[in-house]
Structures are given as C-alpha cells and as structure tokens.
Nanobody, 114 residues
Framework: VQLVESGGASVQAGGSLRLTCRIS????????MGWFCQSPGKEREGVAH?????????????RYAEFVKGRFTISRDNAKNTLYLQMNSLKTEDTAVYYC????WGQGTQVTVS
C-alpha cells in the first residue's frame, strides 16, 4: 500500500485548502482512513476519520477532532482511490504537517497558516 498526500500550502488565516491522498496497492474501498497532523514540538494527533462504506450508502461513518469540527470535512472517492480533507476557516494553530493513514502513513504535506 502506498499513500501520497498533496495540497499543502501556505495560506492566510481564514483561508481554505483541500488536501488529497491517493492510495495505491490495495482496495481503497475496504480501508478505514484518517487524517492526522503534527505541529513542531507536538505529538501527532488525529484530525478526522472516515470508515468503510459498509451499508453501500456512498459514505462511511466520520469522526472529527473537536478543534476542527465545523471547519474541516473528510471525504472519500472510492472510484478514484482518493481521500480528501477540505479545510476551511484556517487558523494559525492549524499549521502542521498533515498525514493520511490507514495501516501505514503517507509522507505528509505541509500546511502553514499565517
């Protein structure tokens, strides 16, 4: 399994970004997925998670960390083997390296909010 994140950038507070994670080497629709972030000097922490679509409803259960609720949206496109994180109303404290993960980690993408 290989995970490749993209979409990180430097933005001003209040701005938006969309992170993308492309998965290869496994059946993406069978994977529970998550986004994590790590700021300098801090532990890596969960941002959002999305589960497999067990009921064939087109989406799985989602969960968010309190500090991103109402601002970030996690989604998946199983046809494209891609995981997304839409980040709105960005704050300076959102500055971090963002990783997508399942059983393994991607390489991360830097988000800087000033």
């Amino acid at each position: 399994v290989q995970l490749v994140e993209s979409g990180g950038a430097s933005v001003q507070a209040g701005g938006s970004l969309r992170l993308t994670c492309r998965i290869s080497g496994y059946t993406f629709s069978a994977l529970n997925m998550g986004w994590f972030c790590q700021s300098p000097g801090k532990e890596r922490e969960g941002v959002a998670h999305i589960d497999v679509d067990l009921d064939a409803l087109g989406y799985g259960d989602v969960r968010y960390a309190e500090f991103v609720k109402g601002r970030f949206t996690i989604s998946r496109d199983n046809a494209k083997n891609t995981l997304y994180l839409q980040m709105n109303s960005l704050k300076t404290e959102d500055t971090a390296v963002y990783y997508c993960a399942t059983a393994i980690w991607g390489q991360g993408t830097q988000v800087t909010v000033s």
